[in-house]
């Protein structure tokens, strides 16, 4: 009697070794901190689901398996499907034979791209045939095989469809309406002006543009007359300025408005500096 009690404390102690070193993967694997790809992410955290679910059963070989391929996963290393040969002994010639070809398509359709381009359904179709694979092993749960297979063969199926190709990417728009303002009954370019008119001058160049209109406003302080002036001496000012980048000056078409068009309405005798401008408009021939 205490022999038989000896040897059953003894398979009782195994019995525990093995199921804390099962939970001590499980664990490691749920704290693991993803730093991989989108593609190592997902296949660790659907390794980590399936190593979850083997541990209900308990199946302890197959609950540590799936939590070292889930913190391989979460550290950038994943592994690659497991291959049938590996449990040869427990498969069919025909169930070996069709896990193998279907470890071939699937191999195939990860290495087109698709752990970069459709990440989670890559992982899935991995996960879900080791899955297979692992069910069609042990042959005890038939639903379980059939499930496994199912999710693969979906998840297959859609990483064996073309990756469409990315969105052609929109031409750059050209703006045609330019602001530069001025310091008040001043005509001086200032430096923030002066930039803005370098992007003038080379959009002209660069572009189909063909004419530049400058208009000179004011402000409503001072004469309506001398504001009038005023407006044109700030248009010539972006004229010459423009000149002096390169843009031709039979090109430039200068307009003086004085203190009509006001960019923001005032009074009379008002000095605001956004109604003290040039508009700088880019047209094409014909336009």
């Known amino acids: 009697?205490?022999?038989?009690?000896?040897?059953?404390?003894?398979?009782?102690?195994?019995?525990?070794?093995t199921a804390c070193t099962y939970e001590k993967y499980l664990d490691e694997a749920a704290s693991a901190q993803p730093r991989g790809t989108a593609f190592d992410n997902a296949l660790a955290r659907d390794y980590l689901a399936?190593?979850?679910?083997?541990s209900t059963y308990p199946d302890y070989k197959d609950t540590e398996t799936f939590a070292r391929r889930s913190m391989a996963a979460a550290q950038g290393k994943p592994t690659l499907p497991d291959e049938p040969?590996?449990?040869?002994s427990f498969l069919s010639s025909d169930a070996s034979g069709e896990l193998t070809q279907a470890r071939q398509r699937l191999v195939t359709a990860l290495d087109r791209n698709n752990r970069t381009a459709r990440p989670d359904v890559a992982a899935r179709a991995q996960v879900m045939y080791d899955c297979w694979l692992e069910q069609q092993a042990e042959n005890l749960q038939p639903d379980h095989i059939a499930a496994c297979k199912k999710q693969f063969m979906t998840a297959l199926a859609e990483l064996e469809k073309p990756i469409a190709p990315p969105p052609a990417p929109k031409a750059a728009v050209v703006p045609d309406r330019f602001l530069v303002f001025f310091d008040w009954n001043k005509a001086v370019?200032?430096?923030?002006?002066?930039q803005i008119i370098t992007n003038v001058a080379e959009d002209f160049k660069k572009t189909g543009f063909s004419r530049i209109i400058a208009v000179g406003h004011t402000d409503t302080s001072g004469s309506a007359a001398y504001n009038m002036r005023l407006s044109v001496r700030r248009a010539d000012a972006v004229k010459a300025e423009?000149?002096?980048?390169?843009v031709p000056a039979g090109t430039i078409t200068t307009i003086g408005r004085g203190q009509e068009d006001l960019l923001v309405p005032t009074p009379d005798n008002v000095r605001e500096p956004k109604n003290r401008r040039v508009e700088i408009k880019l047209e094409k021939s014909g336009s």
């Not at 205490?2 to 070794?17: D, E, F, G, H, Y």
């Not at 423009?242 to 390169?246: D, K, M, Q, S, W």
């Open 1 to 17: 009697m205490s022999r038989i009690l000896s040897v059953a404390a003894l398979l009782l102690a195994m019995l525990t070794s």
């Open 50 to 54: 399936m190593a979850k679910s083997e």
């Open 85 to 88: 040969k590996l449990r040869g």
């Open 189 to 194: 370019i200032t430096p923030e002006a002066r």
């Open 242 to 246: 423009l000149v002096r980048l390169g």
